[in-house]
Structure formats: C-alpha cells, structure tokens
C-alpha cells in the first residue's frame, strides 16, 4: 500500500504565492510521473502540472509561468510553487503519482487526499 501525504494548502490573497508539497510512502519500488489536479466547485478535476521520473514536466495553459513543479526523487516528494495567484485557481489540489510497487511489481495509481487553495481578497 501507498500513502499520500499532502500539505501546504491555504487562504491567500491574489497576486500571493504558496507551495503545496505531496510525500509518497509504503511499498514503493518505483515512481513514475508525478502531479498535480485540481477541482473547483461545480467543475470537472483538471490536471494542473506533471513532472516525470526524468524532470520533463508539462502545465495546463492557465498556470503557464505562474506555476512550477518539481519532485525530489530521494525524498518520494513532489511540489507545486505557486505564484501570481488568481481566484480563479481556487480549488482542491490534488496529487497523483504512478507507482511500480514493491511487492509484485505492479504498476498503480494514487491520490492525495487533497488540499485546499483559495484566493481571495
């Protein structure tokens, strides 16, 4: 089993920065990519950033230089640095990360519990 630990969400006013942080831990024998998604009320959960086991990483248009991610591979953790933010990127973060387990090799998925980030003056 897998467990996401997620941390860093929090009530900020626009034009403000936080950064949310997501700790994998149990039966890790690999992590592939890493993510994150994010819901607002009334909306679908749409992807927000990935990175890959190698650092190559892609954003959805709305966080594009606003928003970074990056992993530390030693530490089975990934961030979201966010800056400039808007009330449009109220929501609940989510982290998603594709493992290979260690007990029979099996590839899954897994999600964060989810945090809060709102915007708002």
């Known amino acids: 089993q897998v467990q996401l630990v997620e941390s860093g969400g929090d009530l900020v006013q626009p034009g403000g920065s936080l950064r949310l942080s997501c700790a994998a831990s149990g039966s890790i024998f690999r992590i592939n990519d890493m993510g994150w998604y994010r819901q607002a009320p009334g909306k679908e959960r749409e992807l927000v950033a990935t990175i890959t086991s190698g650092g190559g990483t892609n954003y959805v248009d709305s966080v594009k230089g606003r928003f970074t991610i990056s992993r530390d591979n030693a530490k089975n953790t990934v961030y979201l640095q966010m800056n400039s933010l808007k009330p449009e990127d109220t929501a609940v973060y989510y982290c998603?990360?594709?493992?290979?387990?260690?007990?029979?090799?099996?590839?899954?998925?897994?999600w964060g519990q989810g945090t809060q980030v709102t915007v708002s003056s």
């Open positions: 998603n990360v594709d493992v290979i387990t260690s007990v029979l090799r099996i590839r899954r998925e897994y």
